[in-house]
């Protein structure tokens, strides 16, 4: 393993365009290709292509195409999880998704972080990455942003088109931008 690929998973700064990097990129986009292109009936193809892609795929878990990465390893499907169309998951840094979630259309989870203040290390695509937990029995509403470091507790309720930039604890109904803790549930 490469310097730039350990100091990814070390959640320390790396550059994306290193090679083993790219190479990997092309791969997951390879697979999201052949999965992108499934036709309507072919969910045991898409179920195929998605256990090569990602790092877990629950039993009883699904995808819907339009789908998009950036590894597909660092990401884990818990057990009758549902990710709907045009899903985003940017997994530079692990994104774990427990058992019994929905993921509503145009979703985003991104864990990709660039520098604020270091205009010459953006120059140079020098980035980090923190990872993305949501736990169990959570539902995420259509176009919800989960951003980089946030988890997200236990039988949540996140509203549509939420922007989440912290952490959400569990058994609530959170939404807005930034998003909130509306009321318990």
């Given at each position: 393993m490469g310097e730039h690929k350990e100091r990814m998973l070390?959640?320390?700064p790396?550059?994306?365009?290193?090679?083993?990097?790219?190479a990997e990129r092309r791969r997951c986009q390879e697979l999201l290709d052949d999965f992108n292109a499934t036709r309507a009936g072919e969910e045991q193809r898409r179920q195929d292509v998605l256990g090569r892609l990602l790092g877990r795929?629950?039993?009883?878990?699904?995808?819907m195409p339009r789908f998009q990465c950036d590894y597909g390893y660092l990401i884990s499907l818990g057990d009758n999880s549902f990710v709907n169309y045009d899903a985003?998951?940017?997994?530079?840094?692990?994104?774990?998704?427990?058992d019994d979630v929905s993921i509503g259309p145009?979703?985003?989870?991104?864990?990709?972080?660039?520098?604020?203040?270091?205009?010459?290390?953006?120059?140079?695509?020098w980035e980090t990455a923190a990872p993305i937990s949501i736990?169990?029995?959570v539902w995420l509403g259509g176009g919800v942003i989960v951003c980089p470091g946030v988890?997200?507790?236990?039988?949540?309720?996140?509203?549509a088109g939420s922007v989440?930039?912290?952490d959400v604890p569990d058994r609530v109904f959170a939404a807005g931008n930034p998003c909130r803790t509306i009321r318990a549930l």
């Open positions: 070390r959640g320390e790396y550059q994306d365009g290193d090679p083993e990097l790219l795929l629950g039993t009883g878990s699904w995808i985003i998951l940017l997994d530079c840094a692990p994104i774990s998704i427990g145009r979703a985003q989870l991104l864990t990709a972080l660039h520098p604020m203040t270091d205009h010459q290390a953006r120059r140079e695509r736990g169990n029995n988890t997200i507790g236990d039988d949540v309720v996140i509203g989440v930039t912290r």
